[in-house]
């Protein structure tokens, strides 16, 4: 019965939390490739190639279905996976989706034309590879005219979650609102496009404002994964063994895991 979800490193934990909370019955198999993290500062070739291996692992520990929780890989390897790599009876899901659907207030499988919606100004905070490959603007024009979205590399904030620094973490938010209030005064809404920034999400929604509606992803996918299961229920696996793997030293990142979760999280090596 198992279900795979994949994350560059400790980030797609609070994916994994949200679905755990609102999937109770489901084993999830997580695997993060902390040996290679962080994804975005690397290539598009170089992010498909370690998204496809992982994946893979995670078909091989009995998932049929697997949620990239990483919203670079996401971005920079999902579309092409799914047109010439996920094998048959195999199907492998993003996280931008269920967050643009809460955005525009669209449906799951709403495939009218694109129309206006309420929000006009969006900021979007994301790893830089995320940010370079335009994905969120073009899964966004699918569904929305007329919203301005202003991207923020957030540089450095990935890597310092991942290292337990918070207070670093918190002045790179900090500093990366402010780039982002240069370009963009008045936002609507500001996005948290990469999954380890809901550890940061009170700091992004006090540097933005009460004004500015935050827009986090980790609920908005257990929700819509529990909602594709409804429908497809046989995309749920074989295995019947929840898991935490990871590439990288495993006492070492057991010991990040249960700091980013508050509760003992044990892996093993992938």
């Given at each position: 019965?198992?279900?795979?979800?994949?994350?560059?490193?400790?980030?797609?934990?609070?994916?994994?939390?949200?679905?755990?909370?609102?999937?109770?019955?489901?084993?999830?198999?997580?695997?993060?490739?902390?040996?290679?993290?962080?994804?975005?500062?690397?290539?598009?070739?170089?992010?498909?190639?370690?998204?496809?291996?992982?994946?893979q692992?995670?078909?091989?520990?009995?998932?049929?279905?697997?949620?990239?929780a990483?919203?670079?890989?996401?971005?920079?390897?999902?579309?092409?996976?799914?047109?010439?790599?996920?094998?048959?009876?195999?199907?492998?899901?993003?996280?931008?989706?269920?967050?643009?659907?809460?955005?525009?207030?669209?449906?799951?499988?709403?495939?009218?034309?694109?129309?206006?919606?309420?929000?006009?100004?969006?900021?979007?905070?994301?790893?830089?590879?995320?940010?370079?490959?335009?994905?969120?603007?073009?899964?966004?024009?699918?569904?929305?005219i007329?919203?301005?979205?202003?991207?923020?590399?957030?540089?450095?904030?990935v890597?310092?979650?991942?290292?337990?620094?918070?207070?670093?973490?918190?002045?790179?938010?900090?500093?990366?609102?402010?780039?982002?209030?240069?370009?963009?005064?008045?936002?609507?809404?500001?996005?948290?496009?990469?999954?380890?920034?809901?550890?940061?999400?009170?700091?992004?929604?006090?540097?933005?404002?009460?004004?500015?509606k935050v827009?986090?992803?980790?609920?908005?996918?257990?929700?819509?994964?529990?909602?594709?299961?409804?429908?497809?229920?046989?995309?749920?696996?074989?295995?019947?063994?929840?898991?935490?793997?990871?590439?990288?030293?495993?006492?070492?990142?057991?010991?990040?895991?249960?700091?980013?979760?508050?509760?003992?999280?044990?892996?093993?090596?992938?």
């Amino acid at each position: 019965m198992a279900v795979g979800i994949f994350d560059s490193g400790l980030g797609g934990l609070t994916v994994l939390d949200a679905v755990a909370a609102r999937l109770p019955d489901v084993p999830l198999v997580y695997l993060g490739d902390s040996a290679h993290a962080p994804y975005g500062v690397r290539t598009p070739d170089d992010i498909y190639n370690l998204t496809t291996a992982a994946t893979q692992r995670l078909f091989d520990a009995g998932c049929d279905l697997v949620i990239l929780a990483c919203n670079t890989a996401s971005a920079a390897a999902l579309r092409r996976m799914q047109e010439a790599w996920v094998p048959q009876g195999k199907r492998v899901l993003g996280v931008f989706v269920p967050l643009i659907e809460a955005l525009t207030e669209r449906q799951w499988g709403d495939n009218s034309p694109p129309r206006e919606v309420a929000v006009k100004h969006v900021a979007l905070f994301a790893t830089p590879a995320t940010v370079s490959s335009r994905a969120f603007q073009r899964e966004l024009a699918f569904r929305a005219i007329g919203v301005d979205v202003e991207a923020q590399a957030c540089g450095g904030v990935v890597d310092a979650i991942e290292d337990g620094d918070m207070i670093l973490a918190e002045a790179l938010v900090r500093s990366h609102v402010d780039a982002l209030r240069r370009k963009m005064p008045t936002p609507d809404a500001a996005v948290l496009g990469c999954t380890h920034y809901p550890l940061m999400e009170k700091v992004f929604q006090d540097a933005l404002g009460p004004e500015v509606k935050v827009f986090s992803q980790a609920n908005l996918v257990a929700e819509s994964l529990a909602d594709y299961l409804t429908r497809r229920p046989e995309m749920i696996g074989a295995g019947r063994d929840s898991a935490f793997l990871t590439t990288g030293d495993p006492a070492r990142v057991s010991a990040r895991a249960t700091q980013f979760l508050r509760r003992q999280i044990t892996f093993t090596a992938a």
